[in-house]
């Protein structure tokens, strides 16, 4: 990236790079610790002040002009998947979803298994095709859908083995690295995962160009936030803000008035709550006036974010969520290069431009 006046020059190469770096990192919640690692070097290098809370979030503040006023945007790094109920004599695994996750969208195939000392792999196993009436898994094929409980992880290990490692009930589980790498679709990005480290590669950009804002900005790529947005709602309790920006994919759905495109989506409400007026007039008009960029608009179900939950429990006055259109959301997701390249854009005018209470 290059900086273009006061906006950066966004290459799409270098934004599918830095998304790919990511997603090759495993973020499952509450066991983050290798994107944690990445994300504390890479601000660090960019010359932020960065840390590590108790919650798990990795921040970053960028110091205002104003001491006094102070916004947050929040990116969740953690990502879903499923996790150990039981481990069998026999080396396989029961597993359950974690956060929103079906074995359908995964298919059969390699899976990572994070034990405590070490990481192996084994197969998400749906059974043999070729079975008469008599067999339970008749019904997957005819009548009924895929649940976890109709799927194992085979391991093919025994129980000395899967103790060695440290595979236990709540470990977590993950596809295979070799099956997350992204794809590239002309001027789109395909990839497990996109969902959130699309809007962490985000942050980082932000980190990188933003200089001397009206106001403080802490850059939050938040914890835990596919299991109750634990991180956010712990740094909100802590942290005093005049605003929430939360980043987000947005749902390409036939219900949804979402184009497929370069243009972010400003969401209006979610299954928590209505996100602020104001701040939603703000950011547009920062996108407006001094980007010439539109913004499309929705009301959505079946979905929260990081800003509508603190929102939600009193933990901020105002918040907002910025997002990309998306498809397959929490699954192998697509989404338009040049729409997260625009939230970057967006983000770069409104914290430049903000007001300080």
């Given at each position: 990236?290059?900086?273009?006046?006061?906006?950066?020059?966004?290459?799409?190469?270098?934004?599918?790079?830095s998304?790919?770096?990511?997603?090759?990192?495993?973020?499952?919640?509450?066991?983050?610790?290798?994107?944690d690692?990445?994300?504390?070097?890479?601000?660090?290098?960019?010359?932020?002040?960065?840390?590590?809370?108790?919650?798990?979030?990795?921040?970053?503040k960028?110091?205002?002009?104003?001491?006094?006023?102070?916004?947050?945007?929040?990116?969740?790094?953690?990502?879903?998947?499923?996790?150990?109920?039981?481990?069998?004599?026999?080396?396989?695994?029961?597993?359950?979803?974690?956060?929103?996750?079906?074995?359908?969208?995964?298919?059969?195939?390699?899976?990572?298994?994070?034990?405590d000392?070490?990481?192996?792999?084994?197969?998400?196993?749906?059974?043999?095709?070729?079975v008469?009436?008599?067999?339970s898994?008749?019904?997957?094929?005819?009548?009924?859908?895929?649940?976890?409980?109709?799927?194992?992880?085979?391991?093919?290990?025994?129980?000395?083995?899967?103790?060695?490692?440290?595979?236990?009930?709540?470990?977590?589980?993950l596809?295979?690295?070799?099956?997350?790498?992204?794809?590239?679709?002309?001027d789109?990005?395909?990839?497990?995962?996109?969902?959130?480290?699309?809007?962490?590669?985000?942050?980082?950009?932000?980190?990188?160009?933003l200089?001397?804002?009206?106001?403080?900005?802490?850059?939050?790529?938040?914890?835990?936030?596919?299991?109750?947005?634990?991180?956010?709602?712990?740094?909100?309790?802590?942290?005093?803000?005049?605003?929430?920006?939360?980043?987000?994919?947005?749902?390409?759905?036939?219900?949804?008035?979402?184009?497929?495109?370069?243009?972010?989506?400003?969401?209006?409400?979610?299954?928590?709550?209505?996100?602020?007026?104001?701040?939603?007039?703000?950011?547009?008009?920062?996108?407006?006036?001094?980007?010439?960029?539109?913004?499309?608009?929705?009301?959505?179900?079946?979905?929260?974010?990081?800003?509508?939950?603190?929102?939600k429990?009193g933990?901020?006055?105002?918040?907002?969520?910025?997002?990309f259109?998306?498809?397959?959301?929490?699954?192998?997701?697509?989404?338009?290069?040049?729409?997260?390249a625009?939230c970057?854009?967006?983000?770069?005018?409104?914290?430049?431009?903000?007001?300080?209470?």
């Amino acid at each position: 990236m290059q900086l273009n006046g006061n906006q950066p020059s966004i290459s799409y190469d270098s934004l599918f790079a830095s998304i790919e770096e990511l997603v090759l990192h495993h973020s499952p919640s509450g066991v983050e610790t290798e994107v944690d690692r990445l994300l504390l070097k890479k601000f660090e290098d960019l010359g932020v002040k960065t840390w590590q809370d108790q919650a798990g979030n990795v921040i970053a503040k960028i110091p205002g002009q104003n001491p006094k006023g102070a916004i947050a945007i929040t990116a969740h790094k953690d990502e879903i998947g499923a996790i150990v109920k039981s481990v069998g004599e026999d080396g396989k695994l029961q597993v359950r979803k974690l956060g929103g996750s079906f074995p359908w969208i995964y298919g059969e195939g390699v899976v990572d298994i994070i034990g405590d000392r070490q990481t192996i792999s084994g197969v998400l196993c749906f059974g043999s095709r070729h079975v008469s009436h008599e067999s339970s898994q008749i019904a997957n094929q005819q009548d009924k859908p895929l649940t976890w409980q109709d799927s194992w992880v085979e391991t093919k290990c025994n129980l000395a083995e899967l103790k060695y490692a440290g595979i236990r009930p709540g470990s977590r589980v993950l596809v295979g690295k070799h099956r997350k790498k992204p794809f590239r679709l002309k001027d789109y990005i395909a990839s497990y995962t996109l969902d959130n480290k699309a809007s962490v590669t985000i942050l980082l950009a932000l980190a990188q160009y933003l200089k001397d804002p009206p106001v403080s900005i802490y850059l939050v790529a938040s914890a835990k936030e596919e299991v109750g947005a634990i991180g956010a709602l712990y740094f909100t309790q802590n942290q005093t803000l005049d605003a929430l920006i939360a980043l987000e994919i947005c749902p390409l759905a036939e219900e949804y008035p979402i184009k497929d495109s370069e243009i972010p989506v400003l969401l209006a409400q979610d299954s928590y709550g209505i996100y602020d007026e104001g701040l939603n007039r703000e950011i547009q008009q920062a996108a407006a006036k001094q980007l010439n960029l539109p913004i499309q608009h929705a009301a959505i179900s079946g979905f929260g974010s990081d800003a509508s939950i603190a929102m939600k429990f009193g933990h901020v006055a105002r918040a907002a969520c910025l997002g990309f259109p998306t498809q397959n959301t929490h699954g192998y997701e697509i989404a338009h290069l040049g729409a997260i390249a625009n939230c970057i854009r967006i983000l770069m005018s409104y914290c430049s431009t903000v007001k300080a209470p």
